[in-house]
């Protein structure tokens, strides 16, 4: 009897490590499920994914895309750090940021805009100072709010599919939702 418990156990402390999912993994995928989902004004040949003050995250998302394709194309995982230049981020096409944010000027905001820099925080909040999609949790449920009007200002589009799962703010009646 002690023998099977144990061996019970011994199997359950080996195995449950292989279903337990970090915060880290769920939004590397998020990104890249938005990175499918978002249509960019020109064709995107390799992805600039660009993580903000997370050196941790960066290295980590470079580890898997240094041997996988980030939505069907090559990746480059380029960490920022405060005081990296708006210009720096301009070469971004995604730019994720948690809870240290870059400087969310106006000027700054415009560049990334014109620049067609999908902006993305760990925070819902952070949808109504500029970023077109935000992070929150509800019920143990990682969900995401999205701003049409933001994606729209930086000439992206979110396919219908995306606006489906989303909390959408400032909706704009889907007069720019890519099919």
């Given at each position: 009897m002690k023998a099977s418990v144990f061996l019970l156990l011994f199997v359950h402390s080996c195995i449950a490590p292989l279903f337990a999912v970090s915060e880290e993994s769920i939004k590397a995928a998020y990104l890249e499920r938005f990175a499918m989902f978002i249509e960019w004004p020109k064709p995107i040949k390799s992805y600039n994914i660009c993580i903000f003050n997370d050196p941790v995250f960066s290295k980590t998302l470079q580890k898997s895309y240094d041997s996988n394709l980030f939505n069907n194309r090559p990746a480059t995982v380029i960490p920022l750090f405060t005081g990296s230049?708006?210009?720096?981020?301009?070469?971004?096409?995604?730019?994720?940021?948690?809870?240290?944010?870059?400087?969310?000027?106006?000027?700054?905001?415009?560049?990334?805009r014109k620049?067609?820099?999908?902006?993305?925080?760990?925070?819902?909040?952070?949808?109504?100072?500029?970023?077109?999609?935000?992070?929150?949790?509800?019920?143990?449920?990682?969900?995401?709010?999205?701003?049409?009007?933001?994606?729209?200002?930086?000439?992206?589009?979110?396919?219908?599919?995306?606006?489906?799962?989303?909390?959408?703010?400032?909706?704009?009646?889907?007069?720019?939702?890519?099919?």
């Open positions: 230049s708006a210009e720096e981020m301009s070469e971004c096409h995604i730019l994720f940021f948690r809870t240290a944010k870059p400087a969310q000027n106006e000027a700054q905001l415009n560049l990334l620049n067609n820099v999908l902006l993305i925080s760990d925070e819902a909040s952070d949808v109504k100072k500029g970023a077109a999609i935000g992070f929150y949790l509800e019920n143990n449920a990682f969900r995401f709010l999205l701003s049409q009007r933001n994606l729209e200002t930086a000439n992206l589009k979110a396919s219908y599919k995306l606006l489906n799962f989303a909390t959408l703010i400032d909706p704009t009646e889907g007069k720019n939702a890519a099919k």
